[in-house]
């Protein structure tokens, strides 16, 4: 069973606009735990771009400062990645998941993301 189910990504011009979801429900996790968006551009590790711990605090890598927007929903168990001015940098596969989980631990299938003209 999948517990942890991204969405929306696609394909979109530079400067153009998606919004990732991740719905984590299934996967029964705590509105306490620290949860992140990860992006593994082609040949590359992935890497974690995008946080929210408790309270609500956030942190950004600083590619995607002032342009990227994470958030979460407690009622629905959803995370959200607002992505603006979007680069061709940007392209990679984006994971959501709790903060801290090993490569070799449970991800979820991620959702593509191809920024191109």
């Known amino acids: 069973q999948v517990q942890l189910v991204e969405s929306g990504g696609g394909l979109v011009q530079p400067g153009g606009s998606l919004r990732l979801s991740c719905d984590y429900s299934?996967?029964?996790?705590?509105?306490?735990?620290?949860m992140g968006w990860y992006r593994q551009a082609s040949g590359n590790q992935r890497e974690l771009v995008a946080a929210?711990?408790?309270?609500?605090?956030?942190n950004y890598v600083d590619s995607v400062k002032g342009r990227f927007t994470i958030s979460r929903d407690n009622a629905k168990n959803t995370l959200y990645l607002q992505m603006n001015s979007l680069k061709p940098e940007d392209t990679g596969v984006y994971y959501c998941?709790?903060?801290?989980?090993?490569?070799?631990?449970?991800w979820g299938q991620g959702t593509q993301v191809t920024v191109s003209s």
């Open positions: 998941n709790i903060l801290g989980t090993p490569l070799t631990g449970y």
């Open positions: 929210v711990r408790s309270l609500d605090s956030t």
């Open positions: 299934r996967r029964g996790i705590s509105r306490f735990i620290a």
